[in-house]
């Protein structure tokens, strides 16, 4: 989601809040890089791109850390950041005063490290820029395959084609875009519609433990957004809105015979949250979407790994390299969160056909 913004200065944080209050003079700025740039941009040829999608705290920022890693991938990187849409105007002005990598833990307290070169997920501020009547007080629209917009489509295509040429490798061959964007589970319709040689990956979890940790993170949140009003700005920005103050979940479809308890200071919120999320997800047949345990991968992190890139097909991919970045995640009891016997039975229920549904 975003690293800590403590280190973020008065002027930093100036620059981030002028950057985003502009945010349709980005969408002007990134037109005239459209023509300033159309002869190199032009040519660029986006083919199967990678989207890694999910309901948070199922493992996507590790999965995109490993696809992005491989030279043959682009995707954005907190270098990215204030100037989002814009990326060759902004890596042209900030080249002369970029701050050294530095890695640290980011905010989610979860060991997860992060510096200014490692890749984020920023790709929602395009989504927002776009359809800001979607982003209600009380929640997030769902999108369709009726939402269609060719004005976004090419400029999303447009912006990925930026990315290339900007990471580019000389004599390298053109890369492939990667995202890690957990909102994209409300448009996976409307994603396969306008890239339909997009390959998509949606893992998940054990539902008790990842409810668990939704609730975790959301507590954490809470008090971060109390604390520092510019972290909950900062990622009501990039449209992350999924923990904390910054709280707007999106609106799934309710399930029938399920409650939907309204405090999210409790277990029976997120896990009614999850049931509603994967029962939505598990209605969509598309021969590009592809579900990935990530408990089986911790578990088994080699089988898994090979199996993983029997969809996404990157050459010189190792497995048996990234093997030891995995370990089993963290166990929860459903009694001692005060989770519903029944709403946990269904969850389990709707897990195991997730199960059946995930890549081998």
């Known amino acids: 989601m975003t690293e ?21 003079i980005q969408k002007s700025l990134a037109d005239i890089e459209d023509r300033m740039h159309a002869a190199r941009l032009t040519p660029i040829d986006v083919r199967q791109p990678v989207f890694i999608t999910s309901l948070p705290r199922a493992g996507t920022t590790l999965l995109l850390d490993l696809v992005a890693a491989h030279r043959g991938f682009v995707t954005h990187t907190y270098r990215c950041m204030p100037f989002v849409l814009c990326p060759i105007l902004w890596d042209s002005v900030s ?18 490290l992060v510096g200014y070169d490692s890749p984020e997920a920023f790709e929602e501020v395009m989504w927002k820029a776009f359809w800001p009547a979607k982003y209600r007080a009380d929640g997030i629209a769902l999108w369709s395959e009726q939402d269609r917009n060719p004005e976004f489509e090419q400029f999303f295509t447009s912006h990925i084609r930026k990315l290339m040429l900007l990471g580019a490798q000389p004599g390298g061959e053109t890369a492939r875009y990667v995202s890690k964007n957990n909102a994209n589970i409300g448009r996976i319709g409307l994603l396969s519609r306008i890239f339909p040689d997009s390959t998509i990956v949606i893992p998940f979890r054990n539902p008790v433990n990842q409810a668990a940790s ?18 909950r700005y900062y990622m009501e920005s990039i449209g992350h809105y999924e923990f904390g103050g910054a709280m707007r ?10 409650d939907a308890p309204s405090d999210p200071m ?3 919120f997120w896990l009614a949250y999850w049931i509603r999320v994967y029962t939505h997800l598990l209605k969509e047949e598309r021969s590009n979407l592809h579900f990935f345990d990530f408990d089986k991968l911790c578990a088994e992190p080699l089988s898994s790994l090979e199996a993983l890139n029997g969809v996404l097909h990157i050459p010189e991919f190792s497995a048996a390299a990234m093997q030891d970045r995995f370990h089993p995640a963290v166990r929860y009891d459903p009694i001692k969160l005060g989770m519903d016997a029944h709403m946990v039975e269904t969850a389990l229920s709707l897990h195991e056909r997730l199960s059946r549904r995930g890549i081998s």
Do not use: C, W
């Not at 100036?14 to 950057?19: I, M, P, R, V, W």
């Not at 979940?249 to 399920?258: A, K, Q, R, S, T």
């Open 214 to 231: 939704l609730l975790r993170q959301h507590q954490r949140f809470i008090d971060i957004h109390r604390e520092d009003p510019f972290t």
């Open 4 to 24: 800590s913004t403590a280190r973020y200065s008065f002027l930093d944080r100036l620059l981030h809040k002028s950057a985003f209050v502009g945010i349709e």
């Open 266 to 268: 409790s277990g029976n």
């Open 249 to 258: 979940l999106i609106d799934f479809p309710p399930v029938e015979g399920l």
């Open 95 to 112: 080249r002369g005063f970029r701050r050294p990598s530095e890695a640290r833990e980011r905010a989610h307290g979860d060991g997860m």
